[in-house]
């Protein structure tokens, strides 16, 4: 239309457009590419269905900081589809969109912290399962861009940071998919293997660890397999069948590692996995503008979140989600807020352990006493 009506105006086409009108505008094939069906209408698996050659935009909704969204919300009780909470939220039917994502891998969440903690886990998720996906495919897939960075109001939205300034844990987890180095479990012509990817301008070298294991942390097969990967380069790594075959996919879980990079797949969704009843030792270290938790697990503890505006509306925590085995621990920073007592902490510390509905032989942790749900308007 402005090369009819003005054929002097250079113009430049917006995304999605694949270069001419031979192929459709948001063909994955040719230019950037948008995937809002998956958000809207599907599941975010489906983001494995495509390699685009740029993935232009795409997103996934989860509820803004609990301190965040009690200062802009005062609804009694507090629920998912409360008053304040729709107003605070602008997506048609985006409440209903974010349940349908999160029933098809959770089980329906008891308390209304259960929702808001799985909805955050469940953007992450979302979003890590796409742009690991597409930047395994390096370099057909060239590119994403997550809609969307932040938030200008205290709302459900699809942003890493709230309208308040504080991070969801997606924050923390596009810190580690964007990196120069990822790790992660992909398909390859129907088999299993491990991608390790290198955007860096050095070669990398080194070992990857691959076990299957028990719920309760026994090791039932492992492989440990040497890599080369050159600089801005990724290699799939075969896998032996009897490291990735699952044989009770309900008790069982694949666990990568790599130096400091980790990637986890269970055997089948949350809702079905008979997780252990998340037993976790809690120390608290002060230090100047804060303090650092250290968490020790002693079971396998799945997506551990802390919290940290629950401790102190002005508290913020270095990391988001972190997956640990049995014994294994990780120290969280946190600033804003002066050392607590570490009794008060495990209400503000999170696991798909204790959210879930166990399953068979799985027992719930109850930590903490949380919000009920509010009934539907």
């Known amino acids: 239309m402005v090369a009819e009506l003005d054929p002097t105006r250079p113009y430049s086409a917006g995304s999605p457009w694949s270069g001419s009108w031979d192929h459709h505008p948001n063909d994955p094939a040719h230019g950037p590419s948008h995937f809002w069906e998956v958000w809207n209408r599907r599941d975010y698996t489906d983001y494995l269905n495509d390699v685009p050659r740029f993935a232009a935009e795409f997103g996934w909704q989860a509820p803004p900081a609990h301190a965040t969204l009690r200062d802009a919300v005062t609804d009694e009780p507090l629920g998912p589809r409360s008053p304040g909470m729709l107003h605070h939220q602008k997506a048609e039917d985006g ?31 979302a979003i890590a399962v796409g742009v690991a996906h597409w930047r395994s495919h390096w370099p057909i897939c060239a590119g994403t861009v997550v809609w969307q960075l932040n938030d200008c109001w205290p709302v459900t939205s699809w942003s890493a940071i709230d309208g ?16 120069d180095r990822l790790v992660s479990f992909q398909t390859r012509d129907g088999e299993r293997v491990l991608v390790v990817d290198n955007q860096s301008a050095e070669q990398w070298d080194g070992f990857a660890g691959v076990r299957r294991m028990s719920a309760g942390g026994t090791v039932l097969a492992e492989e440990t397999l040497p890599f080369t990967v050159p600089p801005r380069s990724v290699v799939p790594l075969p896998l032996p069948a009897e490291v990735v075959t699952f044989q009770d996919g309900h008790r069982e879980l694949l666990v990568a590692d790599v130096e400091e990079l980790r990637d986890v797949v269970l055997g089948c969704e949350d809702r079905d996995f008979a ?42 925590a270095d990391r988001g989600l972190v ?25 503000a510390l999170f696991t798909v352990n204790a959210a879930q509905t166990p399953a068979p032989g799985a027992v719930r942790s109850g930590e903490r006493a949380a919000e009920p749900l509010a009934p539907r308007s």
């Open 164 to 179: 308040a300034g504080r991070p969801k844990p997606l924050y923390h987890e596009l810190r580690r998919l964007y990196a």
């Open 95 to 125: 409440t209903g969109k974010i349940d349908r994502g999160l029933a098809r891998h959770f089980g329906p969440p008891a308390t209304f912290d259960d929702w808001h903690y799985l909805a955050q886990v469940n953007q992450a998720r």
């Open 323 to 347: 997956t640990l085995l049995p014994g294994e621990r990780c120290v969280i920073a946190v600033t804003g807020a002066p050392a607590p007592d570490p009794a008060s902490v495990r209400p």
């Open 275 to 316: 997780y252990p009843a998340a037993d976790l030792a809690i120390d608290v270290e002060p230090r100047a503008n804060g303090f650092d938790l250290v968490v020790t697990a002693r079971t396998f503890v799945r997506d551990l979140l802390l919290q940290a505006d629950r401790i102190a509306p002005g508290a913020s």
